[in-house]
């Protein structure tokens, strides 16, 4: 694994990919919650429900909430949720979690 990357470049990363229709897959490894390794190969972005421009009710800001520090995707087909913490790899690169 080659280090390489901070973890706001990985967020700006994030945030580019499935704009104008670019599905870009990446892979990732992380620490599961009891302590294993895992890894995830091709998975892509999984796009958000809510339309950018509509006003948010109290439920969707209670949602982003408690989903804010995740990372969504889709591995084949299914929902994905990674918390940013347990992150260690993103595209072969070891992520630096200090910036």
Same mark, same amino acid.
């Given at each position: 694994?080659?280090?390489?990357?901070?973890?706001?470049?990985?967020?700006?990363?994030?945030?580019?990919?499935?704009?104008?229709?670019?599905?870009?897959?990446?892979?990732?490894?992380?620490?599961? *919650?009891?302590?294993?390794?895992?890894?995830?190969?091709?998975?892509?972005?999984? *796009?958000?429900?809510?339309?950018?421009?509509?006003?948010?009710?109290?439920?969707?800001?209670?949602?982003?909430?408690?989903?804010?520090?995740?990372?969504?995707?889709?591995?084949?087909?299914?929902?994905?949720?990674?918390?940013?913490?347990?992150?260690?790899?993103?595209?072969?690169?070891?992520?630096?979690?200090?910036?």
């Amino acid at each position: 694994m080659v280090f390489g990357i901070y973890l706001s470049q990985v967020w700006a990363e994030y945030r580019q990919l499935g704009v104008n229709g670019r599905d870009t897959p990446i892979s990732i490894t992380y620490r599961k *919650a009891g302590g294993e390794f895992g890894e995830k190969h091709n998975i892509t972005r999984r *796009a958000g429900s809510d339309p950018s421009g509509t006003k948010k009710d109290h439920s969707s800001v209670q949602h982003e909430v408690k989903t804010a520090g995740k990372m969504h995707f889709t591995v084949n087909g299914q929902p994905f949720e990674i918390w940013i913490p347990l992150l260690l790899s993103w595209n072969g690169k070891k992520i630096d979690h200090r910036f």
